[in-house]
T-cell receptor, first 106, second 113 residues
Framework: KNQVEQSPQSLIILEGKNCTLQ??????????LRWYKQDTGRGPVSLTI?????NTKSNGRYTATLDADTKQSSLHITASQLSDSASYIC?????FGAGTRLTVKP | EAQVTQNPRYLITVTGKKLTVTCSQN?????MSWYRQDPGLGLRQIYY???????DKGDVPEGYKVSRKEKRNFPLILESPSPNQTSLYFC????????????FGPGTRLTVT
């Protein structure tokens, strides 16, 4: 069983809408959590990194939250654009989730 | 431009034919790593290297070898590829430290028939 679980597996939204992706982890509690964006045919690129003491971190239209007590993180995308279509991967303590495939339609 | 390069990008081979996937980074990073990415499983670490001549097994090292003779290069070697090694492979590099950001290469799609 993967120690980092992401949901949903895939998501389709209309351009301009918001969405939230989830990440739950079961590994050791004191580490960093990172979100990556992976465009089709390319390697993952870091979006945000959060330490266990941080609750929220933003990077433009991307906002990540972390609840170290419940071992949950979320990535919220505001005012989605077609270029947001990609897989979003959560990493905790060098363990990667399977990713959420986001498709933004016009 | 700071980057991680991998070659080849695509490879189709037959069972048992030795192959090497090259990885090179120009950021003077000490840490380098190889991952495989399979549907539904996420990225899994094959091998990593903390510095020149220092390599260690990741979570799925069976059937793979690596070497780190120079800081910039970290080739992945499959001595006798098998169909279960059909996958998408990524090389990554970073500075040392727990908060290090890993920079990934563009990936190598390998098919073993």
């Amino acid at each position: 069983k993967n120690q980092v679980e992401q949901s949903p597996q895939s998501l389709i939204i209309l351009e301009g809408k918001n969405c939230t992706l989830q990440c739950n982890y079961t590994v050791s509690p004191f580490s960093n959590l990172r979100w990556y964006k992976q465009d089709t045919g390319r390697g993952p690129v870091s979006l945000t990194i959060m330490t266990f003491s941080e609750n929220t971190k933003s990077n433009g239209r991307y906002t990540a939250t972390l609840d170290a007590d419940t071992k949950q993180s979320s990535l919220h995308i505001t005012a989605s654009q077609l270029s947001d279509s990609a897989s979003y991967i959560c990493e905790y303590d060098m363990r990667f989730g399977a990713g959420t495939r986001l498709t933004v339609k016009p | 431009e700071a980057q991680v390069t991998q070659n080849p990008r695509y490879l189709i081979t037959v069972t048992g034919k030795k192959l090497t996937v090259t990885c090179s980074q120009n950021m003077n990073h000490e840490y380098m790593s190889w991952y495989r990415q399979d549907p539904g499983l996420g990225l899994r670490q094959i091998y990593y290297s903390m510095n020149v001549e220092v390599t260690d097994k990741g979570d799925v090292p069976e059937g793979y070898k690596v070497s780190r003779k120079e800081k910039r290069n970290f080739p992945l070697i499959l001595e006798s590829p098998s169909p279960n090694q059909t996958s998408l492979y990524f090389c990554a590099s970073s500075l040392p430290g727990s908060s290090r950001e890993q920079y990934f290469g563009p990936g190598t799609r390998l098919t073993v028939t």
